[in-house]
């Protein structure tokens, strides 16, 4: 497998297992496998629409499937898309392979990520 978090044109990060798809030797385009949209957003104080105070500027990072309207777990991206294909630091790789091994049983079924 290979994680990486792609930076699109549009501003999105997206989380996949990401491959190249070649064609007469030259990159065409990219087939993410499992994307899902990383969202940050800072750490709230209790009861309180501000930010935490104080230097450490915390985040809470979360994943959403990046078009969840679709069944399909592998989805080419055109190559031109792609404004820089980066790896991810271990603690965001790790949660990310949790949360895709947690949607499949022990049976390979898919299961509901509201369960």
Do not use: H
Not at 26 to 47: D, M, R, T
Not at 58 to 65: A, G, H
Not at 72 to 87: A, G
């Amino acid at each position: 497998m290979s994680i990486k978090i792609a930076l699109l044109k549009s501003g999105e990060s997206v989380i996949a297992d990401i491959k190249e798809l070649i064609q007469e030797e030259k990159i065409c385009g990219y087939l993410f496998k499992k994307p899902y949209a990383v969202n940050l957003s800072p750490v709230y104080g209790l009861l309180t629409e501000e930010p935490k105070e104080g230097g450490d500027n915390e985040m809470n990072i979360s994943f959403s499937p990046w078009i969840p309207f679709t069944v399909d777990e592998e989805i080419p991206v055109r190559y031109d898309w792609l404004v820089t294909v980066v790896s991810p630091a271990a603690e965001i790789e790790k949660l990310y392979e949790e949360m895709v091994n947690d949607q499949t049983d022990s049976s390979g079924e898919q299961r509901n990520l509201s369960e």
